[in-house]
């Protein structure tokens, strides 16, 4: 059977780019939306009028009408883990800067944990793939210059200092989550993946990417962002941490290389005092 994706914050821009590559490959996928208005648009991925006619292939898109502002509690998340029944799911949602700093800390971070929780407590779940931020981590990595790490600082402390707190806390909660199953059962398949883009742009895909430890100052596309989500989920070798910026280097080649190097950029973090905060012992 083809997996069944829960794919979170369908409407947003990176998931109208990532929904028709993931039924490209005759996956399923239920895209959850808050506003009813946004189903026809969402249904049209499905039948190649979306995107450039993207979306082709056998995989069916449904969408779940639910607003991620109702969900306060681990309960309210397994309750549409319960109706989807997703193999995979994806966290591509965010309040968006809507409804100030409460609405910013109830989304970015007590929803996506909330559905961390129960989708790393499901048996059937294999995949949680969160789309994070490149500045989200506690200490500067070593590959990073000064004057990367000051940019970074000044993104977390002066011009987004909400969404980062809110995104940090869900990022390390996923990181110590998947590091605690993997411990109790190491011989269950599961990946976890933290794609982690820098400043996001609207312009069309270039198909070259720097993917794993990068810099930190540069754009990404959002369309390039959903394609190296798509490639990264569709492996069963992807783990972990992975900063993105368009670059040099072509996506899928890029892809292969962090596999095959076993690029992690949480290298540097201290995932044991993740686990111990937020007592998941």
Known sequence: MPPHVLLLGGHGKVALHLTPLLLARSWNVTSVIRN???????????SGHGLQGKGKGKGKVEVLVSSLDDVKSDADAQAILDKVQPDYVVWSAGAGGKGGPERTYAIDQNAAKHFIATALASPRVKKFLLIS???????KPAWMTDDDWRHLQHVNHDLLPTYAKAKLEADEYLTARA???????????????LLRPGWLSDERATGRVALGKTGAQGK????????VADRLLARDDTHGWYDLLNGDEPIDEAVERVVREGVDAVEGEDVEGMIKRFNLQ
């Not at 009813?36 to 049209?44: A, D, R």
């Not at 990404?220 to 394609?227: F, G, K, L, N, Y």
């Open 36 to 46: 009813p208005e946004h189903e026809k648009e969402i249904l049209q991925l499905g």
């Open 133 to 139: 931020h490149l500045g989200s981590r506690r200490n």
């Open 179 to 193: 590091e605690l199953r993997r411990r109790q059962f190491p011989d269950s398949p599961f990946q976890y993946i």
């Open 220 to 227: 990404v596309t959002r369309e390039d962002v959903a394609i």
